[in-house]
């Protein structure tokens, strides 16, 4: 079988199990778009690693960088994270017409065994 | 997030869902996603063994999914790597998931509770044992907007 390459579901997962990076982009949603120094403020790590973090983040599509004169603004890309909730989706309608045929055949089959038991005195 | 829970409440004792669920003549009446025909269903009930299932649907396109029994204990569980190997998702071809499947004996039947786990990478793994709370969950709020019944 062909092995698939790196999804980018997976470069998404990739990149969110990192705290600090969790935390820049729930900064990023709650505050739309923010400079990079504004956004390495809060966070104990020197400016260099934050970009790294960025870079991480940029790569999996997850952020845009825009730079105007010599501000660089960090906001989200909803793209990555639709992909995941679309999956999510799409495979709750699969699953849920399947279980909903699988509950309704057990439950005939039920009925049927029972009415081919002997009647429980004990009930 | 990496994963969909569903419970669904199902009168019938365990030991017949179980058997709905994992024989080839109880796969034919519900593995189609509609009232297209169950063409295969092969199952090899033990753990390592491995099932097949192939449907027609009404538009009439060919599906099959496979996968491999990882725990059978008889009527409770059953957990079971999945897989498209024939038409299906193109995306996802060959991507392994994973199904666990609990049924719990209840007054009115069995409470069944049923998992899909996307869990074909180490990164997945991983950002699944971090834990997907918080930061996480207001970001899916952010970009679905409703977020469905995700785990």
Redesign the interface.
């Known amino acids: ?4 390459p ?2 980018d ?3 998404t ?2 990149a ?2 990192d ?1 600090t990076r ?2 820049i ?2 900064r990023l ?2 505050d739309g778009t923010v400079s990079v120094s504004e956004l390495s403020r809060p966070f104990a790590i020197k400016l260099p690693a934050v970009m790294k973090h960025l870079d991480v983040l940029g790569e999996a599509g997850l952020i845009t960088r825009t730079k105007t004169g010599r501000t660089v603004a960090v906001g ?1 890309t ?1 793209g990555p ?2 992909e ?2 679309h ?6 309608r ?14 005939a ?2 009925t049927k ?1 029972r009415a081919a038991e002997p009647p429980r005195e004990d009930l | ?2 994963s ?1 829970t ?1 419970v ?1 409440r ?4 365990p030991s ?2 179980f ?3 994992t024989t080839p003549d ?1 796969i034919r ?3 189609g ?2 009232d297209g025909p169950v063409l295969l269903a092969e199952t090899d009930l033990r753990v390592g063994g491995s099932f097949r299932v192939r449907f027609r649907m009404l538009d009439g396109t060919e599906h099959e999914s496979s996968g491999e029994y990882i725990e059978v204990v008889r009527p409770t569980r059953l957990v079971m790597s999945w897989r498209w190997t024939n038409g299906g ?1 193109a ?1 996802e ?3 392994e998931s994973r199904i666990e499947i609990d049924l719990h004996p209840i007054a009115t ?2 409470e ?1 509770t ?1 998992t ?1 786990d ?1 869990l ?2 180490t ?2 793994r ?2 699944h044992e ?1 834990g997907w709370n ?3 969950d ?3 709020r ?3 907007g409703e ?4 785990a």
């Not at chain 2, 199902?10 to 004792?13: D, G, N, P, Q, T």
């Open positions: 079988m062909v092995k698939s790196v999804s579901l997976d470069r997962f990739a969110l199990v705290p969790r935390a982009l729930a949603e709650q989200l909803a994270m639709e995941a909730m999956w999510l989706r799409r495979y709750e699969f699953w849920s017409a399947r279980l909903h045929r699988l509950a309704a055949h057990a439950e089959m039920e065994v | 997030m990496t969909l569903l669904r199902i009168a019938a004792r017949i869902v058997d709905v669920l109880g009446y519900w593995w996603p509609d998702d995306a071809a060959g991507e039947g069995t069944l049923f899909h996307r074909q990478t990164a997945s991983d950002s971090w918080g930061a996480v207001k970001l899916e952010h970009f679905s977020a469905g019944r995700a």
